[in-house]
C-alpha cells in the first residue's frame, strides 16, 4: 500500500504542475482549446455532454501519421466493451508502443487496468495520460475514482476539484466536490 501512496503522491504532484501549463501536448487538434473554452462557460447540462463528446470524438482520432493504428485500438475499444480485459489491453499496448503520445490509448487502457483492479497500473497510465493531455476529463474522473477506492478522500477531493476547473458550472461535479468535502471535513454543506 505505501508503494500506491508513493504513486499518488508523485502523480499528484504531477498532475498539479501539468494543469498550471495547460498545455495540449500532442492532442493537437486546434478544435479543442475553443470546445474547452465552450466546456467551461457552459452551464446547461445537456450541452456540456455535447461539448464532451465533441471533446471525445477528437481524442478518439489517432494523429494523421498514425491513422494505420486507427483500427487496433478500435478493436481495443470493441473487447473493453465485450469485457475482454487483456485482449484490451494488447491492443492498447500496441498503439501506444507505436504512437506514445497518443493519450486515449493511455486512457483506455488505464480504464481497463482499473475494471480487473491494477489500481497501480491504471495510476501509471493516468499519469501518462495527464501529462500527454492535462485536461483529460476522463482521467480525472478516473484518478478520482482510485483515491475515493483507495480511502484517499483528499486526492479524490483535489482530482475533482481540478475537473471543476475545467467545468466550474457542471453540477454534478459541484455535488461530488461538496460531498466530498462533507465526508472530510464534516462541513454542513
Do not use: C
Not at 17 to 35: I, V
Not at 61 to 73: K, N, R, S, V, Y
Not at 125 to 151: C, K, W
Request: hydrophobic share 50%; net charge negative; aromatic share 8%.
Amino acid at each position: 500500500m505505501s508503494h500506491i501512496r508513493l504513486l499518488i503522491v508523485k502523480l499528484l504532484f504531477a498532475l498539479t504542475a501539468s494543469l498550471s501549463t495547460m498545455a495540449n501536448a500532442d492532442q493537437t487538434d486546434p478544435q479543442l482549446d475553443r470546445l474547452f473554452l465552450q466546456l467551461e462557460q457552459e452551464q446547461d447540462l445537456i450541452r456540456i455532454a455535447e461539448i464532451q463528446n465533441k471533446i471525445w470524438a477528437l481524442w478518439y482520432e489517432l494523429p494523421a501519421d498514425q491513422l494505420h493504428m486507427q483500427t487496433i485500438f478500435d478493436d481495443g475499444m470493441r473487447a473493453l466493451s465485450f469485457a475482454m480485459p487483456q485482449t484490451a489491453i494488447e491492443h492498447f499496448t500496441t498503439v501506444i508502443e507505436a504512437a506514445p503520445n497518443f493519450a486515449e490509448a493511455w486512457n483506455r487502457r488505464a480504464t481497463t487496468y482499473f475494471m480487473i483492479g491494477d489500481l497501480e497500473a491504471s495510476l501509471a497510465d493516468i499519469q501518462q495520460t495527464l501529462v500527454l493531455e492535462p485536461r483529460h476529463f476522463g482521467a480525472l474522473s478516473g484518478l478520482s475514482m482510485i483515491f475515493e477506492n483507495t480511502g484517499d478522500l483528499e486526492r479524490a477531493l483535489a482530482a475533482d476539484r481540478l475537473m471543476l476547473e475545467l467545468m466550474p458550472n457542471h453540477s454534478q461535479i459541484q455535488a461530488r466536490v461538496k460531498g466530498l468535502e462533507k465526508r472530510l471535513f464534516g462541513l454542513g454543506i
